[in-house]
């Protein structure tokens, strides 16, 4: 099963609806991946909800027994406990929404084959309480798309001078986002710019945030039907067409 | 007896299943009589549904709670709740049984009852009437039809996707999707968290 496959079977897993190989490898997939490992404990929550509606009371000597029971069968203790059980593999609480974004571009670009990609947001770095409403927006529209249950991973081309980029598409959210590891640095001055692709006509969709060659960014826009993306280098600021040729150009399944 | 007061007692307000649970993991016995009152109905519950058969639910029901009292040092407070972790244990233990004591031909044979004279439409209703919790009914009710049926069918009669997609004559794809944004959306409308 493919990584980008895999993501969706959180479902299924909490539901212990899976074969016992299917298990063994997505319990391996849990230890690398902190989104579906959050999401597969949000979902056990939730079906231990179905499970406590249909509560049911069993004959009063079944107590006995398992109290009798207990007093005969050995704990296991703290420290010399076995190898932690998948059912207690699970994501810290709490955290800010946004840490989504990072465990899963992470996951989307090992989905790439991109391995050790650390994943790196522009809005990240700027203090929480000076983010902007809009920064917000897009970080959560950033986590929809990753997060889409119908999100899917297109590996692009190896760039120029190393690096790689991976686009997550959702056509239920009718977005896209690029994903790329070991990206170098723009020349002085210049931007990497997104375009997508309208059937040969290139449609502006952002800049790529400065700073990192290996993040997440959203396209701005909608797919709305868009046959695939590029990615060029323009001067500061981005051109509303692009001026050179591209450095990456990705073609959406039909 | 100043009723305010007691009722403001910390000791005196019900003691959280977490703690209990920490305790029972010292070998506190009482506290795992404690927890047995509070967990049994739901893991019994749950169990039964699954199996059907109430002697071999019993049976399972007892595996559950004496594995809970075996390893609940594994239980960690801060990556969710007791409850969550006992029906994780019990529903998984349940489904291994049923899955373990039935050859692959009385899995089909299993399926084809299930569609069969009793379908699935029927089973689905009659775990539903059983469903003790408004607040799940309703919003299991919020689901679509594919997404209420996937979830249903696998948690409540610990089917697998594959079973399930051979039933509702879904490809598997979908019905993987279908537990898992249905199980989103339930977790959403219960206000379900971590
Ligand atoms: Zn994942």
Excluded at chain 1, 146 to 171: F, H, I, M, R
Excluded at chain 1, 200 to 207: C, I, K, N, V, Y
Excluded at chain 2, 57 to 62: F, H, P
Excluded at chain 2, 76 to 81: E, L, M, S, V
Aim: charged share 25%; proline share 5%.
């Amino acid at each position: 099963m493919k990584t980008a496959e895999l993501h969706t079977l959180t479902g299924a897993y909490a539901l212990d609806a899976v074969s016992g190989d299917e298990r063994e490898e997505f319990e391996k997939h849990l230890r690398a991946c902190s989104f579906c490992a959050q999401e597969v404990a949000e979902l056990r929550a939730t079906a231990a909800r179905l499970g406590q509606a249909v509560s049911e009371q069993p004959p009063a000597e079944l107590r006995e027994r398992v109290l009798r029971r207990i007093g005969e069968v050995r704990q296991e203790s703290p420290g010399g406990r076995v190898a932690e059980e998948a059912a207690s593999v699970r994501a810290p609480r709490g955290r800010p929404r946004s840490w989504h974004i990072w465990a899963l571009a992470a996951c989307v670009a090992a989905a790439g084959a991109l391995g050790g990609v650390a994943v790196w947001q522009h809005q990240e770095a700027q203090d929480a309480r000076q983010r902007s409403e809009r920064a917000q927006d897009r970080a959560e529209a950033l986590a929809r798309v990753l997060s889409a249950s119908d999100a899917k991973a297109v590996p692009g081309a190896e760039l120029p001078g190393g690096g790689s980029g991976t686009v997550v598409l959702s056509q239920s959210q009718n977005r896209a986002a690029l994903v790329v590891s070991g990206m170098p640095a723009p020349p002085k001055g210049k931007v990497y710019q997104l375009w997508l692709n309208d059937g040969g006509r290139m449609r502006p969709a952002g800049l790529m945030p400065p700073g990192s060659g290996s993040e997440a960014a959203l396209l701005e826009g909608k797919l709305d039907g868009a046959s695939g993306m590029g990615v060029t280098v323009e001067p500061d600021g981005g051109s509303p067409q692009p001026t050179s040729e591209p450095v990456m150009l990705v073609d959406f399944p039909a | 007896m100043d009723e305010a007061a007691a009722l403001g007692s910390p000791a005196v307000g019900p003691v959280e299943l977490g703690d209990l649970l920490v305790q029972v993991a010292r070998g506190d016995q009482d506290a795992f009589a404690a927890m047995y009152e509070r967990v049994v109905g739901p893991v019994f519950g749950l169990v039964r549904s699954v199996l059907r058969d109430p002697s071999q639910s019993e049976e399972v029901t007892q595996e559950v709670l004496v594995e809970v009292w075996r390893v609940a040092a594994r239980f960690d407070p801060a990556k969710g709740t007791a409850m969550t972790w006992v029906m994780t244990l019990a529903h998984r233990r349940a489904v291994d049984r049923v899955r373990s004591e039935q050859s692959a031909s009385d899995r089909e044979l299993r399926a084809a009852q299930l569609s069969g004279s009793r379908d699935y439409d029927h089973v689905v209703e009659q775990v539903e009437a059983r469903l003790e919790r408004e607040q799940v009914r309703r919003c299991l009710r919020t689901l679509t039809q594919i997404q209420r049926q996937s979830v249903t069918l696998a948690y409540y009669k610990g089917l697998t996707y594959r079973e399930v997609a051979e039933l509702l004559s879904q490809p598997l794809g979908t019905v993987k999707t279908r537990l898992r944004d249905g199980l989103i959306r339930l977790r959403d409308c219960l206000g379900v968290q971590g």
